[in-house]
Each structure stands twice: as C-alpha cells, then as structure tokens.
C-alpha cells in the first residue's frame, strides 16, 4: 500500500526572501577615475549641477541649486530637480538611495525628495505631492526610500519618461550637495515557497520521496511539461536547470523530479494566470531551478488560486483564493496537509498524518482508471511491448508511476498495481477523477 500526503504548503512573498533579491540598477558617484563627471542622461531644472568635494567618502559629489525666489512645498516656484531615467518593469518594486548635505551659512534644512517616478522634464516643476519620501539634510545624511510599486505611464504625460527624480527645496537661501544616488529593485510578484509529496516515489516509512530517475541520470535539464502539451502563460515553460544544480545535496535531500505550480483566477479557477516549472525534493520542498526555496511567478501580486501537478500523478489546488502579498508584506501560508485539503471531494490521499498526490496518471487526462477503454493500465502495457507482460522499459516516462526508472507491467513493484491502489483497490472499474476545475 502506498502513502499519500502532498504537503503543500504555500507561503508567498516574505519579506527574507525578497530582501535577497535586491538588485542595483542604477548608481551615479559623480566622479570617475578620481575627476568629477556625470552621466549626459541627467536633465535638471534651474542651473547644472557643478563639482563639490564630497562630505563623505571623499573625492566629489554634485552640488545644485534648490532655491529661487519664494519657495512653497509640493512643487512650488523655485524648487528645482534632477532626473535620470532608468528601464522600467511592471514586476519590480524600486527604491533610492543617496547621500546628501547643504551648502550655505544657514542652519536651516534643505529637504530632498528622491523616488521613482513617470517624468516630463519638459512639463516643468513636478507637483509631487503624497508621493514621495523627504530627507531633510541638515549636515551630512543618507536618505534611503521604501521599496514600493509604480504603475504604468499615465495618460497625462504621453511623452514622459521613467527614472530617478531628485527633488529639493529649502526655506533660505541653501543648496544641495549629492553623492552615491543608487536605484535598487526588489521582484513585485507573486512568489511560491513550500512543497508537495508525490505519491509514485513515496515511501510512508521514511516520510520521503525516492530519487532513483536522478540516480540514474534521467530527470531531464529542461522542463517536460511544455513538451507534454500542458499550457504555459505568463512567462513560464522552457525553464532548466544545471547539473550541479540538479545533483546538489539540499536540506531537504536529492531532487526527485519536476513539478508543475499554477495560479488560477480568484473568480474564475478554471483559468490560467502564471505558470511555473520548478523542483520538488525528496522531503517535499520544491526549489527554483536556481536551487532557491521560492519560486517566482511574472505576475503582480493579487487574488490567485495556488495548484502544484505533476506529469503521472493528479494535481491539487487550494480550496479557496488567497491574496499574494508583496515582498516585505509578511508570509502567507496555506497548508494542504494540516486540515485544510485541497479543493474538491479527496483532492490527495491521506496515510497517517502524510498526504501526497494521487498517483498514476499515465494517460495525462486528469482521471486514474484502471479498466475499460482509455485507462492508465494499458498505457503501461503499450510502452513494455503489449505482447509481453513482463517486458521492461527503462527511462524518462510518465507511465513509469513509481518514478524508479523502469516501466514494469508484471511482477514485484509494477506500476499497473499503483493505479488499482489509488482508485480503490478492490474495484477494478472504479475511477478516480482529478479535484481541480
């Protein structure tokens, strides 16, 4: 008898995981090669930023002018700004960094707004506000923004550009003084952390997963899905892996095999919104093809269904929809294994306190049959010969329902007695259909 437990648990976006995917797309230290310099992508408003000696790291910095005739906040006359664009993506949340001070003898404050914006230079003053955070410089500071989203060109700056704005103005008579302006991104989607158990390769005394077709060389450095027929949207399908990658030892032992991750329509289950192939280890864990623990889908965060398939075996989806926060936004965890299930009537099978997704579906048509036309069993039979019952096959095939390298029709751990445990066990003509709409 075999044991059944997926557990699949769905933890998306923690705030870890997307820390450690920061990346910097953008600096300007002002000086190259110990001489001042900046990038001829700058545009400002009011005089040009000349060289200034830096009040810290030392060498240079840029210093501009903030203030011309009567300020008022948020945009007003005589506020000036920098800008610079920078490559937009929808999926990324961005944030600035900079180091800043003021120049002139009085003991005011120059306050400096840097973010991420959709820019006209051409328009003027930009009235930004709401938008934005303010570093007040009083001496030598470093400003530093919250990460957070941007949304597409709006419709009231046909000709703008996206970037970095630098925004300043002071009550008196002061300017500013730049230094070290980064741009950073962190991925704004939605991100998979968790695993599942697959009931072919499962063995219910270890509570693991057999690695046997990598053991043998057989899990393929490409992902089978796309081959097999199954749909792939929003950037997934055509994903590999390396072999060090796939042979490397992991927390949660060897990788056993791909697996397939989906996110449905909050309203409508039925349809497709992400896909992603990924790695599912011998513990369950499923790990990017980079060997991280959490793998990101090209989608923004939002209302999704969350279902893991494999190609012999049924597929499981969440009972409900849940809401995909975006990175820093905390975790959210949905566990198929501790009470909740999955959607539909015994979306797993259940041995103890363990479940794992049904086995032996060589057919690929989302239903586990063992008799009659169009059933499991007699796929098997096909790929060892037909003729002969006790033929043997070795290799990479979805018909191989215990997933140890050899499709086996008769005798000891065949993989036609998996289908007749999974629907039953004592009726030969019962079916098993998969509980995903």
């Not at 289950?269 to 790990?287: D, E, H, K, S």
Request: glycine residues 12%; negative net charge; charged residues 10%.
């Amino acid at each position: 008898m075999l044991a059944i437990r997926p557990t699949l648990l769905v933890a998306l976006l923690s705030s870890a995981a997307a820390q450690a995917q920061t990346t910097t797309i953008f600096t300007e230290a002002f000086e190259t090669n110990g001489a001042y310099s900046i990038s001829p992508l700058w545009v400002w408003d009011g005089n040009a930023p000349v060289a200034a000696p830096a009040c810290q790291y030392g060498s240079w910095s840029a210093r501009k002018d903030v203030h011309q005739g009567p300020d008022s906040l948020w945009g007003g006359v005589g506020a000036h700004w920098m800008f610079h664009p920078v490559a937009y993506d929808p999926l990324a949340m961005y944030n600035v960094s900079f180091n800043g001070s003021h120049t002139g003898g009085f003991s005011d404050s120059v306050s400096i707004y840097a973010g991420l914006v959709w820019w006209d230079p051409a328009v003027g003053n930009p009235n930004i506000a709401g938008l934005g955070e303010y570093t007040h410089v009083y001496s030598c500071d470093n400003g530093t923004t919250l990460f957070y989203n941007q949304s597409g060109q709006p419709s009231n700056l046909p000709n703008s550009q996206f970037g970095v704005l630098i925004y300043a103005f002071a009550w008196s008579n002061l300017e500013m003084k730049l230094d070290h302006i980064a741009v950073h991104s962190q991925p704004w989607k939605a991100q998979f952390v968790g695993n599942v158990l697959l009931g072919g390769p499962y063995d219910p005394l270890t509570q693991t997963m057999s690695d046997a077709l990598r053991q043998q060389g057989l899990v393929p450095l490409t992902e089978p899905y796309t081959a097999l027929g199954w749909p792939q949207v929003s950037g997934g399908g055509g994903e590999t892996v390396t072999p060090a990658v796939l042979n490397a030892t992991y927390a949660g032992g060897r990788v056993v095999d791909w697996v397939r991750l989906e996110l449905r329509k909050f309203n409508d289950p039925t349809l497709l919104m992400a896909t992603r192939q990924a790695l599912v280890l011998q513990n369950g864990t499923v790990i990017s093809t980079t060997g991280s623990q959490s793998v990101l889908f090209d989608i923004a965060p939002s209302t999704y269904y969350v279902a893991v398939r494999h190609r012999n075996h049924l597929g499981t989806m969440s009972f409900a929809s849940y809401t995909v926060p975006y990175p820093g936004g905390g975790i959210w965890t949905y566990q198929f294994a501790d009470g909740f299930g999955g959607y539909g009537t015994n979306p797993v099978q259940v041995i103890g306190s363990k479940r794992v997704l049904w086995p032996g579906n060589a057919r690929k048509d989302n239903l586990l049959k063992y008799a009659g036309s169009n059933n499991d069993r007699d796929k098997i039979l096909q790929v060892v010969g037909g003729g002969t019952p006790t033929n043997t096959v070795s290799g990479y095939y979805s018909e191989d329902v215990n997933m140890d390298g050899v499709v086996k029709y008769a005798g000891a751990v065949n993989d036609r007695d998996r289908i007749l445990v999974a629907i039953g066990g004592t009726v030969p003509t019962a079916t098993r259909a998969e509980q995903m709409p």
